[in-house]
């Protein structure tokens, strides 16, 4: 059950990738599962933070092709940060079968 709820916790990118995590967070009193959690939690928070940051760049940058490369920048990490959960889950699904 463990392993699931961890598993979950990162595939929620899919479903909830906010809420999920949060409440498995708290809900949760296993350590192994807090700490997946929080890791989901991270691995999702992340890529919004940089958009944020990003946006800011943007804003401020006035070229067009500035705007552009950060768009194109924002699109690379949030498809890493995608990838890396679904890797994560199937990696803490796979960790004891």
């Known amino acids: 059950m463990r392993q699931l709820l ?5 595939f ?7 809420i999920f995590p949060v409440i498995v967070w708290i809900v949760s009193n296993d350590n ?4 997946h959690a929080k890791r989901a939690l991270i691995s999702h928070v992340f ?3 940089a958009g944020i940051i990003l946006l ?16 194109i920048l924002f699109a690379i990490i949030y498809f890493g940060a995608f990838v890396y959960n679904v ?3 199937i990696q803490v ?3 004891y079968a």
């Open 6 to 10: 961890s598993s979950l916790s990162y």
């Open 12 to 18: 929620s990118i899919f479903f909830a990738p906010f």
């Open 32 to 35: 192994y599962v807090e700490l």
């Open 47 to 49: 890529p919004v933070i």
């Open 56 to 71: 800011f760049m943007a804003i401020g940058s006035g070229s067009f092709g500035a705007v552009i490369g950060y768009v």
């Open 87 to 89: 890797v994560k889950g």
């Open 93 to 95: 699904l796979r960790e």
